[in-house]
């Protein structure tokens, strides 16, 4: 069993940087790819980045790209989304998923991860 979970959600304000990191844990897991997706109160679920494994492949939301950066640990474990000049649409809470093997055209769709966090919020005040 795969546990996910994420940290380092809070409070900030508009033009700020803050960092969300996801760990996992449990049966020895290697991921094909790890993403990151966020959901809105009253939104659906949207992509936000996504990171192959091997380090090969990036890909990022429109609405975030060029301000958001994915990295990944392969000896950890573990997921990062680095965030700069956030915004208050960026509030959400954002949630770490794993995947045993995506497209490349399918590293957006959640239905392509297996292993979910329990999320963390974040709030991004004007």
């Known amino acids: 069993q ?9 409070l900030v304000q508009a033009g700020d ?3 969300l990191s996801c760990a996992a844990s449990g049966s020895t897991f290697t991921p094909y790819g ?3 997706f966020r959901q ?4 659906e679920r949207e992509f936000v980045a996504a990171i192959r494994w091997n380090g090969q492949n990036v890909y990022y939301a429109d609405s975030v790209k060029g301000r958001f950066t ?3 640990d ?3 474990i573990t997921v990062t989304l680095q965030m700069f000049d956030l915004k208050p649409e ?11 093997f995506f497209r490349s055209n399918t590293y957006s769709d ?7 966090g329990q999320g963390t919020q974040v709030t991004v005040s004007s």
Not at 90 to 100: I, K, L
């Open 2 to 10: 795969v546990q996910l979970a994420e940290s380092g959600g809070g």
């Open 110 to 116: 959640g239905n392509w991860y297996d292993y979910w």
């Open 34 to 36: 790890m993403g990151w």
């Open 90 to 100: 960026d509030t959400a809470r954002y949630f770490c998923a794993g995947s045993n």
């Open 74 to 76: 392969t000896t950890k």
């Open 70 to 72: 994915i990295t990944r």
């Open 40 to 43: 809105a109160p009253g939104k």
């Open 17 to 19: 940087s803050h960092r």
